[in-house]
């Protein structure tokens, strides 16, 4: 299957901002609005990434709102996603043939959920209820908390709200007030105001130490001292070690031992996630889980083109990239903290360098812009191998959460 289209990725959120699902939508290369069938493709290729013959679905506990048409009820593909987790979002002029809502009607038994776009705010009631299981609701300008209400106002038991575009915390603390379930929206790229501790805890000095020997390839015995100062580092690092995705083999209860069987680059990437998720400013869980898809959907994207060493980097570049907002810092004093090679300072101040275009790339994969297609076209990275690379870069991300 030839693709010309880009698929991009918004997260919704529940009211306490953890990720819940995402929504997944073709971003046509030239701007216009994908056809019947191309939406019938994403179904199809979304499937064949997202499950394993062995492992089944690896998105683990998200759920994964797709476009639809009506023509997608039937598909074998939608057969092949685990239904509780799948969610398509159809627009209520189609629910006016009743063929449709039938076919609609059929899917829902079959416990594959279904979201309505479009849908009158007086009509949400009974008449909705049998065909969809969540509703979209579109916010317009800034009355954002006043349409919440309407909206909370005729809330249904048996469905959930999705609301939409949420632009600011503000909105989204309304909206969660509100009793909404749901939400769209860019706040990922925003940090939670209200958090004041600004910079480095304790954990993370420790951290960034690790990092700076790791990085200098410090003897095995000086990082061990060092990890020993940190009892619940040492503890996760020996958890990690010892987890069946490691597969060490046999239990590994020194950690010395542990620091030999990881090897430096692979325990530069491990520190690298674990300074991330020590952050207690400015923290979300949906900007942890954006930097850690970034990072790893960077290191993919330079795969055909750069050294294999150079993995390592991108997924740093993509990692540190919300390191700021994580850390609630300016890159510039992030930056001053960590010790980076030059291209990665490069790439996090500019976008430049080896590794800047594909840090964009990654990044323009998480917006609804004309951009993808064109950071693509200059790396020569075809839109299938984007699309390729961003759906396992989402699972591997859902691996390392878990």
């Not at 043939?97 to 705010?121: E, F």
């Not at 990654?362 to 064109?374: D, I, P, W």
């Amino acid at each position: 299957m030839h693709q010309t289209n880009f698929i991009v990725r918004e997260p919704l959120l529940d009211p306490k901002q953890r990720v819940i699902g995402y929504e997944l939508s073709w971003q046509h290369n030239d701007g216009k609005i994908p056809t019947d069938q191309e939406l019938e493709d994403l179904v199809g290729f979304v499937a064949e990434h997202v499950m394993h013959p062995e492992q089944g679905w690896l998105l683990r506990d998200k759920i994964l709102f797709l476009d639809a048409v009506p023509e997608m009820l039937s598909l074998d593909a939608l057969h092949a996603l685990p239904p509780e987790r799948t969610v398509l979002t159809l627009h209520i002029r189609k629910l006016t043939d009743p063929n449709v809502r039938s076919a609609v009607a059929a899917v829902r038994v079959g416990g594959v959920g279904v979201s309505i776009r479009g849908a009158d705010i007086n009509l949400l009631g009974r008449n909705l209820s049998p065909y969809a299981s969540y509703v979209e609701v579109q916010f317009t300008g800034v009355e954002v908390a006043a349409q919440a209400r309407t909206y909370a106002a005729a809330k249904h038991a048996a469905m959930r709200m999705v609301g939409r575009p949420v632009a600011t915390w503000a909105d989204f603390d309304a909206c969660a007030a509100l009793g909404l379930d749901a939400f769209v929206g860019k706040l990922h790229l925003t940090p939670r105001p209200g958090n004041p501790v600004k910079g480095m805890n304790a954990t993370q000095s420790v951290i960034l130490q690790l990092m700076q020997m790791v990085q200098n390839n410090e003897d095995v015995p000086k990082i061990e001292n060092v990890l020993k100062r940190d009892p619940a580092l040492t503890y996760k690092l020996l958890q990690f070690i010892n987890s069946a995705g490691f597969g060490a083999g046999r239990e590994v209860q020194s950690l010395r031992q542990a620091i030999a069987l990881m090897g430096y680059a692979p325990l530069y990437r491990w520190l690298v996630l674990l300074l991330a998720t020590a952050s207690q400013s400015g923290y979300s869980p949906v900007l942890m889980e954006t930097a850690v898809i970034r990072g790893r959907l960077a290191e993919l994207l330079g795969q055909k083109a750069l050294a294999r060493g150079e993995g390592e980097n991108l997924f740093v570049a993509g990692m540190f990239s919300l390191l700021d907002r994580l850390l609630g810092l300016p890159m510039k004093e992030v930056l001053e903290t960590v010790p980076l090679p030059d291209e990665v300072v490069k790439a996090l101040l500019r976008r430049e360098g080896i590794y800047g275009p594909y840090l964009a790339l990654a990044e323009a994969c998480e917006l609804n812009s004309n951009l993808v297609a064109s950071l693509a076209a200059s790396l020569d990275i075809s839109p299938q191998e984007v699309n390729k690379a961003h759906l396992s870069a989402l699972a591997w991300a859902q691996s390392v959460a878990a």
